[in-house]
């Protein structure tokens, strides 16, 4: 049976319970916000004591379904004041589900200035000091810890950011290749993971029992449609397929070329040198270059759509460059160069902290005139503020929210104080109803309700697709398949029908993915209402429906009686 496992980092005690009762049946983002919901006070500071940090794989996580390597870590948001679920790729998930751990919860605050990192392993759960990885970034620390333990375990870090307690801080996760480049970026988990005085986690799966099937053969069944469904479609196939290529950035030109994609601040929906860093551009430069396509960086990945980005003299930079980063530090801060904004990713993911909270937050501070739009020297500047701890760098790294108000600025990109993705609701309407609605703020993961089309720009009908994919998005964020597979994985093709089958197999249940992602969607609603939101923070700004965006000059005009009503699920 699988176990949750408890540590508390006051006295350094860590204890292991059944998974069952109220939590029997949940698995990745399932799990982090029911727990949360049910122990967490919903008014408690999010950096205090009374917080809980919960890391889960998805349900599916040690099996050999493709794609299945997404791990959920959650808490009561420093950011947005909400619960929280961030998602991540890389190795830990696999490993935990391989262990047969359904969660790690971290309770109270380890003794000040002690930090420690938890080794999970077959033997148990073990807490270490950490004094010599205080202070460093995330690729010094994941380094340490794997010359430590073995390059064979999986680590999840936080640098710098992440023990400065700042509100942009990421939780890194190792890749394949032992770097750390998967990032849980979005509402401060790092903070939280810092405020508990926990540096690391080290997984290490060797000698693990595996995964416990109750029919294995119509596992295997499934899983084999799923795969097939991924391997045989266009745009997921391995090696050939747009996203094994071009990655997400394959859809960069699209939205560009709708008008959708934020520029300047949100102040155009076109980037004049957009060429110069979309999927074209980055592909034929890692290509140039000797850098990797066809990139595996998360377990059990075979739609590769990660990639290794070089330097002109082949020396490793980053993986993986993004469509959210490409956004968020490029033509959101009007700089069209892959160079710098691979630099930029880096110092993102060594100091730990949300490029696409970050990126939203130099744009503001370049609309102040801190430093001017473009102007790369200066978004690395701030980027160094932001990783030092300096008083600017405190103002931006605590977000969007707070920068704008520094500055007394108005065009301020978020909802629930979180930063908005790269799609500008003014044009892709549906995803407007999602970063409004969404219990996690503006966040695009939570239901991409877009079909990258002019109908993105009719009001019609955007409520109900944006409550449809975020039932959807519910359901896969808890069994922990990567939303990769949705631009594969069609009703037409099965793939979508065999997820459920795959659960069902393993754990000998009879879920239901709608019923099982509205009751993850109200459970985190729930908590919301309790730590006192409203419907009325279920709203985009002010300035999205009164400043029409360039070239098609839209505002946002979905009905909010409909949202409200349909978000009473």
Known sequence: MKKIVRINMASGETSMENLSGEYAGLGGRGLTSTIVAREVPPLCHALGPQNKLVVAPGLLAGTSCINCGRLSIGAKSPLTGTIKESNVGGTVAQRLGQLQIAALVFEQHAPADKPFYLLVNHEGTTLHPADDLKGLKTYDTVQRLRTKHGDRVGVAAIGPVGEMRLATASVAVSDRDGHASRHAGRGGMGAVMGSKGLK?????????????????????????????????????????????????????????????????????????????????????????????????????????????????????????????????????????????????????????????????????????????????????????????????????????????????????????????????????????????????????????????????????????????????????????????VLDGATDENGGIAAMVPMVNAVYGWDINAENYGRAVLKTERA??????FTPQDDRLPEWLHTEPLPPNNTVFDVSYEEMDAAMKL
């Open 200 to 484: 690391a986690i080290v997984v290490d799966a060797v000698e693990a029992p595996g995964v416990e099937y109750q029919d294995r053969e119509a596992f295997k069944a499934a899983a084999k449609i799923l795969r097939t469904a991924i391997v045989e479609n266009e745009a997921t196939a391995p090696k050939t397929g747009s996203q094994a290529l071009y990655s997400m950035n394959a859809i960069m030109a699209p939205v560009n070329e709708l008008g959708g994609f934020p520029t300047r601040n949100f102040t155009r929906g076109k980037f004049a040198d957009v060429r110069k860093i979309d999927g074209d551009a980055l592909h034929d430069t890692i290509k140039a270059r000797g850098g990797v396509l066809n990139h595996s960086g998360c377990s059990n990945c075979i739609i590769q759509c990660s990639n290794v980005f070089v330097d002109p003299e082949g020396q490793y930079v980053t993986s993986a460059l993004e469509y959210e980063t490409l956004f968020a530090l490029g033509a959101n801060c009007d700089i069209g160069d892959l160079d710098a904004v691979a630099r930029m990713d880096r110092l993102c993911d060594e100091y730990g902290i949300d490029t696409m909270e970050t990126g939203c937050s130099i744009a503001l501070a370049m609309e102040a005139g801190v430093v001017p739009f473009g102007d790369t020297e200066g978004a690395i500047g701030l980027l160094h503020e932001i990783g030092q701890g300096t008083p600017l760098g405190r103002i931006l790294g605590n977000g969007a929210a707070m920068t704008g108000q520094a500055y007394g600025l108005h065009r301020i990109p978020v909802v629930k104080r979180q930063a908005f993705p790269g799609y500008d609701p003014r044009v892709l309407k549906g995803l407007g109803v999602t970063y409004a609605s969404s219990p996690m703020g503006a966040d695009h993961t939570a239901g991409f309700a877009a079909e990258l089309t002019a109908a993105d720009m009719n009001p019609e009908g955007r409520v109900a697709l944006s409550l449809e994919t975020q039932v959807f998005m519910a359901f896969l964020d808890s069994i922990g398949l990567c939303m990769a």
């Open 527 to 532: 908590f919301n209402t309790a730590a006192g």
